[in-house]
């Protein structure tokens, strides 16, 4: 069975003051998906992702999300839909973990309402599915990275939508609170949640991805199963190194081909 399509773009141009960034993108997103957009610095992943959030407009092409284009959503219904991560994320005031997570049912609220009784409880239960109830009280500007960035996924439960956007997710985390927050994204995706996530790393890609995307010089240059888009062909070409792909315990791994050099 097909999955739905959630977002669908269509022969999509973005340019800024003094360069051009995209040139003619089709993409489409489908429920249930999990899809990594791979590609190096400036081949304009984000501002892919801050064209489908509304955040700046196109030069030309189209952008759908469900049946309706996205320039006929306000950003409050946007977010009704669809739940933005950053890779970082800096406040002016310190507020608490539960703060910062129930801040996620704001599009719920009406203007100037307070959080309920059941607001609180969905923040509650975010912070647990995502196995951080005992930060609840924490300052959010105290905490590590790793830990940041849970509480933002928790938030973006506590949103209600069932479809994330992220933008470099692990960018800045230790090792082991990268493998952590990619372990939940397939925890969640198994679960009925849709990912579209920007990535640099082949490797993650390969982990937790249904479908990848490459994306070089303002156009997406592949569009596949991970294992068939991966490829040390794909690599060299994108990156400009060599690179060997290894199966072990039924994951596929790159693996850089280093050569250290002499002085």
């Given at each position: 069975?097909?999955?739905?399509?959630?977002?669908t773009?269509?022969?999509?141009?973005?340019?800024?003051?003094?360069?051009?960034?995209?040139?003619?993108?089709?993409?489409?997103?489908?429920?249930?998906?999990?899809?990594?957009?791979?590609g190096?610095?400036?081949?304009?992943?984000?501002?892919?992702?801050?064209?489908?959030?509304?955040?700046?407009h196109?030069?030309?092409?189209?952008?759908w999300?469900?049946?309706k284009t996205?320039?006929?959503?306000?950003?409050?219904?946007i977010?009704?839909?669809?739940?933005?991560?950053?890779?970082?994320?800096?406040?002016?005031?310190n507020?608490?973990?539960?703060?910062?997570?129930?801040?996620?049912?704001?599009?719920?609220?009406?203007?100037?309402?307070?959080?309920?009784?059941?607001?609180?409880?969905?923040?509650?239960?975010?912070?647990?599915?995502?196995?951080?109830?005992?930060l609840?009280?924490?300052?959010?500007?105290?905490?590590?990275?790793?830990?940041?960035?849970?509480?933002?996924?928790?938030r973006?439960?506590?949103?209600?939508?069932?479809?994330?956007?992220?933008?470099?997710?692990?960018?800045?985390?230790?090792?082991?609170?990268q493998?952590?927050?990619?372990?939940?994204i397939?925890?969640?995706?198994?679960q009925?949640?849709t990912?579209?996530?920007?990535?640099?790393?082949?490797?993650?890609?390969?982990?937790?991805?249904?479908?990848?995307?490459?994306?070089?010089?303002?156009?997406?240059?592949a569009?596949?199963?991970?294992e068939e888009?991966?490829?040390?062909?794909m690599?060299?070409?994108?990156?400009?190194?060599?690179?060997?792909?290894?199966?072990?315990?039924?994951?596929?791994?790159?693996?850089?081909?280093?050569?250290?050099?002499?002085?």
């Amino acid at each position: 069975m097909e999955l739905k399509p959630l977002i669908t773009v269509n022969d999509l141009h973005f340019s800024y003051p003094t360069r051009s960034v995209l040139e003619g993108i089709d993409f489409t997103l489908r429920r249930g998906e999990v899809v990594s957009l791979l590609g190096p610095n400036g081949c304009g992943k984000s501002t892919l992702i801050r064209l489908i959030l509304k955040l700046i407009h196109p030069k030309r092409g189209e952008i759908w999300l469900h049946n309706k284009t996205l320039h006929r959503y306000s950003h409050r219904e946007i977010a009704e839909h669809i739940a933005y991560i950053p890779q970082y994320h800096n406040v002016p005031f310190n507020y608490s973990v539960l703060e910062m997570v129930l801040m996620g049912r704001v599009s719920k609220l009406g203007f100037f309402a307070a959080p309920s009784a059941a607001d609180h409880r969905i923040a509650q239960e975010s912070l647990e599915r995502v196995g951080i109830s005992d930060l609840a009280a924490r300052p959010f500007g105290q905490l590590s990275g790793g830990q940041k960035q849970m509480v933002l996924l928790a938030r973006a439960l506590t949103q209600g939508v069932d479809t994330f956007i992220m933008d470099e997710p692990v960018s800045g985390l230790d090792y082991g609170n990268q493998i952590r927050l990619l372990e939940l994204i397939v925890t969640l995706s198994a679960q009925g949640y849709t990912f579209l996530k920007t990535t640099h790393y082949p490797d993650h890609a390969l982990l937790v991805s249904s479908r990848v995307a490459v994306m070089n010089h303002g156009k997406i240059i592949a569009d596949g199963l991970p294992e068939e888009v991966i490829t040390p062909e794909m690599i060299h070409d994108v990156y400009g190194i060599e690179a060997d792909l290894i199966v072990h315990n039924s994951h596929t791994r790159c693996l850089p081909i280093f050569n250290k050099g002499t002085l």
